[in-house]
């Protein structure tokens, strides 16, 4: 079964950091484009990062300056560095992979940024 699971969420400060993970079982994440998305409490979901199979990047305006998508084919794996976060950087962090009508979607990591 293909499956898609996010990791690196947590509590981090104001200016602080984390890293995101997105790992895809049961398939191959190269052939796949995959988006990160959030959804904050009240909000609507929305787009952050989306890097393509040939590695094309795009980022929202928000995150430009501050977030970096980047995969790792060998290990089957797109990380999203956050940097300079702020609090409204709190969200559930989403990744999705996308080919062709494939759509597979991960459960979520908690992103919180208080102090």
């Known amino acids: 079964q293909v499956q898609l699971a996010e990791s690196g969420g947590g509590l981090v400060q104001p200016g602080g950091s984390l890293k995101l993970t997105c790992v895809l079982s049961?398939?191959?994440?190269?052939?796949?484009?995959v988006t990160w998305h959030r959804q904050a409490p009240g909000k609507q979901r929305e787009f952050v990062a989306s890097?393509?199979?040939?590695?094309?990047?795009n980022c929202a305006d928000f995150a430009k300056g501050r977030f970096t998508i980047s995969r790792d084919n060998a290990k089957n794996t797109v990380y999203l560095q956050m940097n300079s976060l702020k609090s409204d950087d709190t969200a559930v962090y989403y990744c999705?992979?996308?080919?062709?009508?494939?759509?597979?979607w991960g459960h979520g990591t908690q992103v919180t940024v208080s102090s």
């Open positions: 890097i393509t199979s040939s590695g094309d990047v």
């Open positions: 049961g398939g191959v994440l190269s052939f796949f484009t």
């Open positions: 999705d992979a996308r080919r062709m009508t494939t759509d597979i």
